[in-house]
């Protein structure tokens, strides 16, 4: 079974993921009232999960143009840009299969609630913007997860559990990036963004979103 499949039947789910280094990476889990409005609501997160995975390659596409000095750089946004897209194929085949349609959905207050925070020099810029990755891509792994344990969708859950692998190794590909170009050790930096996006995942949230907050 190809593990680039964009047919998700044909996927190999692993066993089991390691996803501790994920939960301690996080600065809040999840609540429940998320997940329980995510599965009264699954066409809006299947949907926004799709967004997710075009804005990802789509953001990784600008940083290529843009960092072009850095070959490890260059590289593994390459490597992102393929599996995102990949990603956002195999979801748009879900919503094919599920007879959803595709309908306008804005973008939440999450992204850009951590990007106002973004510092406007280099490569101190580039460097908070993978910070920021990092975090995204942790807290899509831990929702994922979340997910999956209770969706009745089994070909859905099973999709998730897929996602767990690649995107459990994403948060910390993005992590070793910025520290490569970081003229100093970004641990600081690191431990602000934990908290800001521990903030906008833990407070209430009038949008739901795959990375809303609280629903308000």
Avoid at 82 to 88: D, G, K, Q, T, W
Avoid at 109 to 133: F, N, Q, S
Avoid at 134 to 161: G, H, M, T, V
Avoid at 192 to 201: N, W
């Amino acid at each position: 079974m190809a593990e680039d499949s964009v047919d998700i039947a044909q996927l190999r789910t692993p066993i089991k993921v390691d996803l501790s280094p994920v939960y301690n990476f996080l600065g809040a889990r999840t609540t429940e009232s998320w997940v329980n409005a995510a599965m009264a609501n699954l066409p809006t997160i299947i949907q926004d999960h799709a967004n997710c995975e075009k804005k990802a390659a789509g953001t990784a596409m600008n940083l290529i143009f843009r960092y072009e000095f850095s070959y490890d750089l260059q590289r593994k946004l390459a490597q992102l840009i393929r599996e995102e897209m990949l990603h956002y194929e195999q979801v748009l085949g879900i919503m094919n299969n599920r007879g959803q349609d595709w309908q306008y959905l804005s973008a939440g207050r999450y992204a850009k609630g951590m990007l106002k925070h973004k510092r406007t020099y280099e490569p101190a810029a580039m460097v908070d913007v993978l910070i920021i990755g990092a975090f995204i891509e942790a807290r899509s792994c831990e929702r994922f997860a979340a997910l999956a344990e209770i969706i009745n969708d089994k070909r859905l859950a099973k999709y998730y559990r897929y996602l767990l692998k690649s995107e459990s190794r994403h948060f910390e590909d993005y992590l070793a990036l910025a520290q490569s170009l970081a003229e100093d050790n970004i641990d600081e930096r690191v431990a602000f963004f934990k908290e800001v996006e521990a903030e906008l995942i833990s407070s209430p949230d009038s949008e739901l979103r795959f990375h809303s907050g609280n629903p308000a």
